[in-house]
């Protein structure tokens, strides 16, 4: 293999690792998926998880100018057709090819440009960071599952919307701690972590939680049989969750966070697998 074909082959390798490398819940999700899924799947973590990166870690830089220079090095990519930056060239040959809408990549790179600022979010906010950190991205996988089936998208969209709200949201209580104390971000609307985190402000963010699982299982069932298992493993890493945080004590989430084992993951990979090899998903 030469040429152009070596290249991406190498870039979605990179994609690959990166997922690999930073979510062990991702990677094991995707192992699920069939094989040609892997690598569209595993391209749009890439570019995420870097954007990502860049408000969340690279505190010693100009964490402004370096996501201004990603988005726009990302629509590049996308009009030309190839990026130097593999990431970039993986997700824009993914974006091409599943005609991705464009407005969902703006809205998630305008939810990162949301995280450069420490502020306590109200509500039209936090449904705007929500929408554009986590729902687009499940619409952007959502597009490549249904690839082949264009009116399972709209069918399937606002609960693939649901999925990634309950994603993020239990994302928001694990790192409770980090986002305040070291990020200083409060997510939660009327939620004051400087005052008090009460058990009452739990059980109302984790109603909310529910709700959204609830609706996302109802399109997850309608799935093509090729994405079905993996997306159902996700859902069950972050239920397992979901369910240990419900069990903690508020000052326990305030003060630590919450972890389900590679052990209990590896766990539930295996039961779905089992199940779905007997037909009992």
Known sequence: MTGLNLYRKTNFEISRKITRNYSTSFSLGIRL?????????????????????????????????????????????????????????????????????????????????????????????????????????????????????????????????????????????????????????????????GVHFSEADKREIEKDIKKDFDHAYLGLKQLPSSSRLGVLAAYRFYLSLFHKIARSSPQAVLESRIRISNVRKAAVVGLMALRNQFNLL
């Not at 060239?89 to 091409?96: A, G, H, W």
């Open 33 to 193: 998926f069939s094989s040609e899924l892997r690598p569209p799947i595993e391209a749009i973590y890439g570019f995420v998880r870097f954007a990502d990166e860049i408000v969340d870690t690279f505190h010693d830089f100009d964490k402004k100018t370096l996501l201004e220079e990603f988005k726009k090095d990302t629509f590049i990519a996308i009009e030309r057709g190839i990026s130097l930056n593999p990431v970039l060239d993986s997700f824009q040959k993914i974006v091409n090819q599943y005609h991705i809408d464009h407005e969902l990549i703006v809205a998630f790179l305008k939810s990162m440009e949301m995280d450069l600022e420490k502020i306590d979010y109200h509500e039209n906010s936090y449904t705007e960071y929500i929408y554009g950190s986590a729902e687009v991205v499940g619409l952007m996988c959502l597009r490549v599952f249904t690839h082949s089936k264009p009116g399972m998208y709209e069918n399937l969209k606002d609960s693939a919307r649901s999925l990634g709200a309950a994603f993020q949201k239990i994302n928001f209580l694990r790192d409770l701690k980090d986002d305040y104390q070291d990020k200083g971000r409060t997510y939660f609307p009327g939620v004051q972590l």
